[in-house]
């Protein structure tokens, strides 16, 4: 009970304290781009980004604290054809999704920020949060684009398939300036660390072919195993690294457009 007052008594101050400094919402939209790294980019390329935008709210509490959520997609893919790695460019596997995320973080002003100040209208900040996003991992077979998670193509059960909806940790840093009292732009990179490795279909290993074409067909085996060379695909081999999750990158300019009150000049100000 001692624990549950103090946490009482600490967020009741910490929400007061926001309280007090209320500055108003704002409303606004990005554009950029995005960029995955897994199991089929493991060297962090960044040369083959993906288009990427997104709506985005913001409550401002104080001139250092703020709360933003946002809705955003992303377009993702990436080919073992492209890896300088000769296991993955004989691996030869591929894939692209489209990615719908939604996430809420804190930002917090390196500098005190103010709409409508002289001197108080840019900063640097940085974020942490959480998101929730969905992804559908795509591969092209005989010219056509095929879903890959229905497939099971590392031997899932029937009913056993990873979760197309997941979860991550946000983290990023950006550069908000103001254009005038009312607009503003700021300019961000955010990094997704995501709790599944399946982004792009490739975790574990190699399935067994016979079952796999038993439970699934030959497109399942065909998507599974695209090696350029024999006894890559053999059940039991290394397909992906299960060790480390998937991960993805917003990089946009956003234009955000502020409703609330200005505060009045320290010189204008009754004392």
């Keep these: 009970m001692k624990i549950l007052k103090v946490l009482l008594v600490v967020g009741f101050a910490f929400f007061s304290f926001l309280a007090q400094g209320q500055k108003g919402w704002e409303l606004g939209g990005w554009l950029g781009i ?9 060297s962090f390329n960044v040369t083959d980004p993906g288009p990427a935008g997104g709506l985005l709210v913001r ?50 002003n390196f500098f005190p920020y103010t709409h409508g100040s002289t001197d108080e209208y840019s900063t640097p900040y940085f974020l942490g949060g959480i998101n929730i996003f ?42 908000k300036i103001d254009i005038n009292h009312l607009w503003s732009i700021n300019v961000e990179l955010t990094v997704r660390k995501l709790f599944t490795d399946y982004v792009d279909d490739v975790s574990t290993v190699y399935p067994n072919k016979a079952s796999l074409l038993s439970l699934r067909g030959q497109q399942a085996v065909d998507l599974s195993d695209r090696s350029l060379i024999p006894g890559i695909g053999e059940q039991n081999r290394q397909r992906g690294d299960s060790s480390d ?7 946009g300019i956003s234009i955000m457009r502020y409703f609330g009150r200005l505060e009045c000049p320290e010189i204008s100000k009754i004392r």
């Design 34 to 42: 995005s960029n995955y790294f897994g199991d089929l980019n493991s």
């Design 59 to 108: 409550r401002n509490f104080n001139n250092r604290v703020s709360w933003k959520a946002g809705f955003n997609y992303g377009f993702v893919y990436a080919d073992d054809a492209n890896s300088n790695n000769n296991f993955e460019k004989n691996r030869n596997l591929s894939f692209r999704s489209n990615i719908f995320d939604l996430t809420a973080a804190m930002e917090f």
């Design 134 to 175: 969905r992804f559908d991992p795509q591969a092209e077979l005989n010219g056509t684009y095929v879903g890959l998670q229905q497939l099971g193509t590392e031997g899932q059960a029937r009913g056993q398939e990873y979760s197309r909806i997941n979860f991550g940790i946000v983290v990023g840093a950006g550069y």
């Design 245 to 251: 999750t998937d991960s993805y990158s917003f990089f």
